[in-house]
């Protein structure tokens, strides 16, 4: 067959043994995109594609102002695809861009196998991932959203039982419900995760009482955030080159030089046009993020598009709320770039800092900025007591507990103390319920 200049010829091997799903990608360029950035978008899909257990064995890219509203492609590169797709026995057409449910069923009618995009390849992914129950709730919660809206035309796919990408999770066991009967599930998935979120909201005040400061590693999937967080806690999590192999969240303490403990958390990573239905279904997990007293922002040092994976990563922060809290770039896998590339970046940014969590390389200066950060987060308070009242002397030593009083100006049965408090603690002590004293703001 003679291909057009936009269709990549099928990357033929052996069929024999193979249990893998053979897999067409097809991608788009659009009038205000380049070549070159829709080439990495597919390159990325084939990422996703065999993290969900497919083997790449077709690219397709079609030039077009738009998509077309019926078939995303056009009609005569569809009557292609589907003639490249016989020859080279594919069983799954995965597309690079979410897809309306009328392209959908036309695409399934015109292509005769398995149609998936991006976002169901990636919540696919989820799906295989989730361990806890968590998890699980979340990813459900994401597939159902955009399943609902789908429910017309998927019969024939929803019906694998057996497996395949983009059949995994409730889709499977939902081809004879119908949407009220969805939306029932949607409601009750959504108190679940919302309990979720109210745990985790008194976990996080348990911290704040305990005056523990919180590190949220963030960064696009596979930047080095899990190898970054073993070498930081000592811990053994799953490491791996495999997109999106951390899901559920990770904890734990690293005790820094002064002998003061901080707790270090691992969240899922970030993809650029990360679906809206999993950051809704993952806030409760993002939310750690946004508590947090700083993050550390991972970048693949070495990746040739570490500039739009930082935009991808800065576009999520600001969709869960986490803009406001103090963060560090962090630029990994500094081994694998040259001398005159590590000046570049020193030079784009004075203040980021280089590493390489797997040599060790910038780890411990890592550590000290994180102690001096978290150190210097601090906030000048004055409270008012009364010493007759036992709970006003409770609450004062509190103050000293978690603070460095600056100040103590006792006059007959009143004191009044200056001190820095951690930021992340002084909204107790303004609060009136609970609060140690009456307290002001001074900042300093």
């Not at 097809?26 to 390159?43: C, F, K, P, Q």
């Not at 004075?350 to 994180?370: F, W």
């Not at 007591?385 to 460095?404: C, I, Q, V």
Request: glycine share 8%.
């Amino acid at each position: 067959m003679r291909e057009g200049p936009a269709l990549v010829r099928s990357r033929r091997a052996s069929r024999g043994g193979d249990a893998a799903e053979r897999a067409a990608l097809v991608g788009l360029i659009t009038a205000n995109a380049r070549r070159l950035d829709a080439e990495h978008s597919l390159e990325e899909l084939a990422g996703l594609a065999s993290a969900a257990g497919a083997r790449v064995v077709l690219r397709v890219l079609q030039e077009r102002p738009r998509p077309d509203p019926a078939t995303f492609l056009g009609s005569g590169k569809v009557a292609l695809l589907a003639h490249a797709a016989d020859e080279a026995d594919v069983s799954v057409v995965v597309f690079d861009n979410e897809l309306t449910p009328a392209q959908l069923r036309e695409l399934q009618k015109r292509l005769g196998r398995a149609i998936v995009d991006r976002t169901q390849l990636i919540l696919d992914i989820f799906a295989r991932r989730a361990r806890t129950r968590e998890g699980m709730l979340q990813v459900e919660l994401a597939q159902l959203k955009y399943l609902l809206p789908r429910l017309v035309g998927l019969g024939a796919e929803l019906s694998r039982l057996g497996g395949g990408i983009g059949t995994r999770g409730p889709g499977e066991t939902k081809l004879e419900t119908d949407r009220r009967k969805i939306r029932m599930r949607i409601h009750s998935v959504q108190l679940q995760i919302d309990d979720v979120r109210r745990r985790r909201a008194q976990l996080r005040e348990r911290r704040q009482k305990a005056a523990t400061p919180t590190v949220a590693l963030v960064g696009y999937t596979n930047a080095g955030k899990t190898t970054l967080f073993n070498r930081l806690t000592d811990a053994d999590a799953v490491v791996s080159d495999a997109l999106f192999v951390t899901l559920d969240p990770l904890v734990r303490r690293v005790r820094l030089p002064d002998q003061r403990e901080l707790l270090l958390s691992d969240t899922v990573g970030f993809i650029d046009r990360l679906p809206h239905a999993l950051v809704a279904a993952f806030r409760a997990t993002l939310e750690e993020t946004g508590a947090a007293d700083l993050v550390l922002h991972v970048i693949d040092a070495a990746h040739p598009e570490r500039e739009r994976h930082a935009a991808a990563v800065a576009r999520v922060l600001e969709e869960v709320g986490a803009t406001g809290v103090p963060r560090i770039e962090v630029y990994n896998k500094s081994d694998l770039v040259s001398a005159d590339e590590r000046r570049r970046i020193q030079q784009a940014d004075p203040s980021a800092l280089l590493i390489s969590a797997v040599t060790g390389e910038g780890c411990d200066a890592l550590v000290d900025t994180v102690a001096s950060r978290v150190a210097l987060d601090k906030q000048r308070v004055s409270a008012e007591f009364d010493l007759r009242d036992p709970e006003d002397a409770t609450r004062m030593a509190w103050l000293y507990r978690h603070g460095r009083v600056v100040s103590h100006v006792s006059m007959g049965n009143r004191a009044v103390l200056e001190a820095d408090l951690p930021r992340r603690l002084a909204g107790r002590l303004r609060e009136r319920d609970g609060a140690p004293g009456r307290a002001g703001d001074r900042r300093g």
